[in-house]
Nanobody, 125 residues
C-alpha cells in the first residue's frame, strides 16, 4: 500500500502559475504510474495528466495540454504538477493518484487504487 499527500495548492491570480507536489510513502513508489485529477463543485473527477513509473511517457488531455506538466522524482518519491496560464475554471480540488499498472496511463479514476486527500486550487479573476 502507498500513502499519498498533496501540497502546494492555494490562491493564484488568472495567468499565474502553481506547482503541486505529491509525496508518497509506504510501498515502492517507483513501481506505480501516477496521475493528477481535479474535481470542482458538482463536477465529476477529471483526469489532468499521467506519467509512467519511469517517467518515460506522459499524457495530457487537450483541455490542459501545453499548460500543465507532470513530472516525477523517484528518488524523492514525489510527483509534481506544474500549472501555467491558470484560469478561473481551473479552480478545483486537485488529487494525485497511484496505479499499480506502472507502464500504462489510464484516464479513468477506477484504475487508480491509491489517492491523496486533495489540495485546493483557487484562481481569482
Amino acid at each position: 500500500q502507498v500513502q499519498l499527500a498533496e501540497s502546494g495548492g492555494g490562491l493564484v491570480q488568472t495567468g499565474g502559475s502553481l506547482r503541486l507536489s505529491c509525496a508518497a510513502s509506504g510501498r515502492t513508489f517507483s513501481g506505480y504510474s501516477m496521475a493528477w485529477f481535479r474535481q470542482g463543485p458538482g463536477k465529476e473527477r477529471e483526469f489532468l495528466a499521467g506519467i509512467t513509473w519511469d517517467g518515460g511517457m506522459t499524457y495530457y488531455p487537450d483541455a490542459v495540454k501545453g499548460r500543465f506538466t507532470i513530472s516525477r522524482d523517484n528518488a524523492k518519491s514525489t510527483v509534481y504538477l506544474d500549472m501555467d496560464s491558470l484560469k478561473p475554471e481551473d479552480s478545483a480540488v486537485y488529487y494525485c493518484a497511484a496505479s499499480t499498472y506502472g507502464s500504462t496511463i489510464y484516464q479513468g479514476p477506477e484504475w487508480y487504487a491509491y489517492w491523496g486527500q486533495g489540495t485546493q486550487v483557487t484562481v481569482s479573476s
